[in-house]
């Protein structure tokens, strides 16, 4: 192995966990924001109103993702990554590009259920308003999954080429 790539290898592979981090930085702080305001206007919403379910499903779907987030920052080393080779720096980086492009599909099918629960709710006389707030939430976090997860591959896939210069 070449001393440039000893030198390099070490630097990409901290940077790249650094990324997930704040990737996970960000996710956690969107599922507290959503944890704090949904939970603060449940409260002043009238009972069984598409509104408190919309903010009722916002709190479930957001204490996930703070376990989600919490889960991805405590498996992120950045200063446990240096000895890592290249062949594992490529698995290690294309083994988060496979599962960010797996969470946008199934971000896209939870966009697409929320639009069957709130075309389900027209046709529906028990319980339409659940269905209603519930669609709308999947909307929003679906459409905000959606986003972070294409966003979060594109920046991430730069260590991508960085990792491949070297095989070069």
Same mark, same amino acid.
């Given at each position: ?5 000893? #030198? ?9 966990? *650094?990324?997930?981090?704040? @990737?996970?930085?960000?996710? @956690? ?5 959503? *944890? ?23 709190? @479930? ?29 490529? %698995? ?14 199934? #971000? %896209?099918?939870?966009?697409c259920v929320g639009s069957w629960l709130r075309a ?11 269905? *209603?707030?519930? @669609?709308?939430?999947l909307w929003l976090q679906g459409g905000f999954l ?17 990792? *491949?210069?070297? %095989?070069?």
């Amino acid at each position: 192995m070449t001393t440039f790539l000893l #030198d390099v290898l070490p630097a990409i592979n901290q940077a790249r966990e *650094l990324l997930a981090e704040r @990737g996970m930085a960000v996710l @956690g702080t969107w599922a507290l924001l959503n *944890l704090l305001v949904s939970g603060y206007l449940v409260n002043g919403s009238e009972p069984r109103t598409e509104t408190a379910y919309f903010h009722q499903m916002n709190l @479930g779907w957001n204490l996930v993702n703070v376990a989600l987030a919490v889960w991805g920052m405590l498996q992120a080393h950045p200063n446990q990554v240096a000895d890592l080779t290249l062949p594992d720096s490529l %698995v290690a980086q294309f083994n988060v590009e496979k599962m960010l492009l797996f969470n946008a599909g199934l #971000d %896209v099918a939870y966009v697409c259920v929320g639009s069957w629960l709130r075309a389900r709710a027209a046709t529906t006389p028990r319980l339409p308003q659940r269905l *209603l707030g519930f @669609g709308r939430s999947l909307w929003l976090q679906g459409g905000f999954l959606l986003l972070f997860d294409v966003a979060f591959y594109f920046v991430y896939h730069t260590q991508a080429a960085r990792l *491949l210069a070297l %095989v070069q």
